[in-house]
């Protein structure tokens, strides 16, 4: 038991914070969905696909999900309640499936984070043509934020890559 707890006492020791990319207005986190639905403003059969959006979003099926965050916020404050198991549950998974873990129990800081990382989330899109944009993004915004580049030529630099990669 004494290993345990110093094991214990490790993991909250080890502390880590997201502090998210920069944004517009500070810190943002992408979200990455497994499915976006929407319904095409053509639709033949507009009441069927509000009633299965409707059940996509009803409370009973926000509850089940444990794959993701669900997107109705009382089913994921419910999410963040059963998300974590007991100490005894996780040593008899350990046990189970031969894998070590140390329990670590969240505390209410621990819940807020999350939450704060959810507020600021941007939705992002798993596409090809938009990773390598990212990235066209992401090396000359690091540029700029380290001082080796103007706003202005960051944005110069940024439509002509774009400009460049699209058109090819």
């Known amino acids: 038991m004494t290993e345990y707890m110093e094991a214990n006492e490790t993991v909250k020791n080890c ?51 444990d794959w993701g965050f669900p997107v109705r916020e009382d089913s994921f404050e419910r ?38 990382m959810v507020d600021d989330s941007i939705l992002k899109r798993n596409t090809f043509i938009q990773s390598q944009v990212k990235n066209i993004l992401y090396e000359e915004v690091g540029m700029f934020f380290s001082g080796d580049a103007s706003m202005e030529e960051t944005l110069e630099k940024i439509d002509n890559r774009v400009t460049l990669y699209l058109n090819e």
């Open 15 to 65: 502390s880590c914070y997201w502090v998210g990319y920069p944004g517009w207005n500070g810190a943002q986190y992408g979200m990455l969905p497994d499915a976006v639905f929407a319904m095409n403003g053509e639709s033949e059969n507009k009441d069927g696909v509000w009633d299965f959006l409707q059940f996509l979003l009803s409370e009973e099926f926000q509850n089940e999900i």
């Open 79 to 116: 999410y963040l309640e059963n998300s974590y198991r007991s100490r005894e549950e996780n040593e008899r998974m350990a046990q189970e499936y031969f894998y070590s873990t140390n329990y670590y129990e969240p505390t209410e800081e621990d819940f807020q984070g999350v939450r704060k």
